[in-house]
């Protein structure tokens, strides 16, 4: 029987002595500083909500129980989430960011295997440009779109294709934008790693280019794949700056999970705002975790 994939070594590797556990306990403690510094800012999230729940709800006879407070808080917890414009604005999020990851692979998987393979003049200007909105600041993204779409070329789109500017689908263009060139990277970097001459064998027996890509490379580039639809998905989950230039806060219509935080907090409601933020830190860990099992899987 197969152990399972958390239990099974990355790779077979030889006896080592003093220095070398001294070593690895060095790697592990920096993980361990990362993880339990951002369990301390959860923590501490989680503390203020149970206890704004605590202030609000009637007391009962159960008064100082740990159970007791645990199903207070939760309760408080589900009338937050429960709210008309809360769930709206959940549903929004997972919608249109899961959109970006579909259409984003799409865009990533051809560009990051162009990257890789092929040299052309302009490739250094390409690379750059695929880059930059990486480290730009996002809201200048959503300022752009705005910019453009006022254009003539702009405005075209608007009146006789697609209308984007403060409706649902400048939601997934802003996400897209914003998020697109991580998956590329992503890609272009996974693609890097399988070597090209595999690609050669298939096509010395028959393949042509498109099935040596579809038939050796992309089967050989599924974990780093997953890990560019993990970038994209979670750049877009968390997209905030460019959806408020670009497409607004309207709830039931443009709100996401980002701007309801910020609303919450800007009329003082910072109970609400923290209750959203940690459910959303709940559904992002529990998309990642399902996420990377089956990339882990489909490795195995």
């Known amino acids: 029987m197969t152990a399972p994939f958390w239990k099974r070594p990355l790779v077979a590797a030889p006896v080592e002595g003093l220095p070398g556990r001294l070593f690895a306990a ?16 959860f923590a501490a999230d ?14 009962g006879p159960e008064e100082g129980n740990p159970l007791w407070l645990a199903l207070r808080g939760l309760a408080s917890t589900a009338r937050v989430l429960g709210e008309r414009e809360i769930v709206a604005a959940v549903w929004l999020s997972l919608w249109t960011s899961g ?8 865009m990533s998987i051809p560009i990051g295997y162009a990257m890789s393979r092929y ?5 250094p200007l390409a690379e750059a440009i695929i880059d930059l909105p990486i480290i730009l600041p996002p809201v200048i993204v959503g300022l752009s779109l705005l910019v453009f779409f006022q254009s003539p070329a702009g405005k075209w789109i608007e009146n006789s294709l697609v209308q984007f500017v403060f409706q649902r689908k400048g939601i997934v263009l802003c996400q897209l934008m914003v998020s697109a060139s991580l998956g590329i990277r992503a890609a272009a970097l996974t693609f890097d790693g399988i070597d090209p001459r595999l690609e050669h064998v298939a096509m010395t027996l028959g393949c042509t280019r498109a099935g040596a890509f579809f038939r050796v490379a992309l089967p050989m580039a599924v974990r780093g794949l997953v890990v560019a639809g993990i970038l994209i998905w979670t750049r877009a989950f968390g997209l905030f700056g460019p959806l408020m230039v670009f497409v607004g806060a309207v709830r039931f219509r443009t709100e996401v999970l980002p701007t309801t935080i910020y609303l919450e907090q800007s009329v003082g409601r910072l109970e609400v705002a923290l209750t959203v933020a940690l459910f959303m830190v709940l559904l992002a860990t529990v998309g990642l975790v399902i996420v990377r099992t089956i990339g882990l899987r489909v490795q195995k």
Do not use: E, Q
């Open 99 to 106: 959109l970006s990851v579909v259409i984003g692979l799409l």
């Open 26 to 41: 060095s790697t592990l403690a920096c993980v361990v500083l990362f993880v339990v510094g951002w369990l301390a800012l």
């Open 46 to 59: 989680l503390n203020y909500v149970l206890a704004d729940a605590y202030r609000r709800m009637p007391v």
């Open 119 to 123: 040299r052309f003049l302009t490739h």
